[in-house]
């Protein structure tokens, strides 16, 4: 009898063992991998957001780091691991909704 409550602690811990695993590791992984592939794939001319919530332009990729212009000519020295995303194109900017709500609000 005792051998049969061995063998069922044992397969209750690889049950559980796997649940954590799916859980918690692989989907972290999975979010890792993709960060590293963001920072990897960074260059001149991408729009980016950090982890700070600055928007800028990729200016130059060094080994670590990143210059970003912010506006008006700033130029800001990041960590590439504090980039979170990349804004895409279709995304209208600041400059282009504040007009558009100004249209809007004269008609």
Do not use: C, W
């Not at 649940?19 to 989907?27: C, Q, T």
């Not at 950090?50 to 130029?75: F, K, N, P, Q």
């Not at 995304?91 to 558009?100: A, F, G, K, N, R």
Request: aromatic content about 4%; glycine content about 10%.
């Amino acid at each position: 009898m005792e051998g049969g409550g061995a063998l069922s602690l044992i397969v209750l811990l690889a049950v559980f063992g796997g649940i954590f695993y799916f859980l918690l590791i692989r989907p972290q992984r999975k979010k890792q991998q993709k960060h590293d592939d963001l920072v990897k794939n960074l260059k001149r001319g991408d729009k980016i957001v950090t982890a700070g919530g600055i928007h800028g332009e990729v200016t130059r990729v060094l080994d670590d780091s990143l210059l970003i212009e912010v506006e008006d000519g700033t130029v800001i020295r990041f960590q590439q691991d504090s980039v979170v995303e990349t804004v895409s194109e279709d995304v209208p900017s600041e400059d282009e909704q504040i007009d558009e709500l100004d249209e809007e609000g004269s008609s």
